[in-house]
């Protein structure tokens, strides 16, 4: 059983950066692929990014194209925490962020098991 607990959502005006934590409970943390989503207030939930360890230095990432060059995915194996860096933020960014884990890769919501209970970002133009 994986647990999921997300952290460091706000409130922050136009441009500006926030960076939202995910601390994992449970085995096997690095096989995982570690993923954030987002929902919008009357939106289905979409994802934002994706990361997978492919063993040494290697790992694998994707972003939907919206955050593309302004959020970075990346995570820690040791702590078993993930981040997302969020910079150069917009109005249409504002949502609740969830952190996910799945034996998989990929950006369908479907595919990912476990789920966090989400953090409020809200940024204000």
């Known amino acids: 059983q994986v647990q999921l607990v997300e952290s460091g959502g706000g409130l922050v005006q136009a441009g500006g950066s926030l960076r939202l934590s995910c601390t994992v409970s449970?085995?096997?943390?690095?096989?995982?692929?570690m993923a954030w989503f987002r929902q919008a207030p009357g939106k289905e939930r979409e994802f934002v990014a994706a990361?997978?360890?492919?063993?040494?230095?290697?790992?694998?990432?994707n972003y939907t194209d919206s955050v593309k060059g302004r959020f970075t995915i990346s995570r820690d194996n040791d702590k078993k925490m993930v981040y997302l860096q969020m910079n150069s933020l917009r109005p249409d960014d504002t949502a609740v962020y969830y952190c996910?884990?799945?034996?998989?890769?990929?950006?369908?919501?479907?595919?990912?098991?476990?789920w966090g209970q989400g953090t409020q970002v809200t940024v204000s133009s």
């Open positions: 990361l997978r360890w492919g063993g040494g230095k290697t790992y694998y990432t």
């Open positions: 449970g085995r096997s943390f690095s096989t995982y692929t």
């Open positions: 996910a884990a799945s034996t998989q890769y990929g950006p369908t919501l479907a595919q990912y098991d476990y």
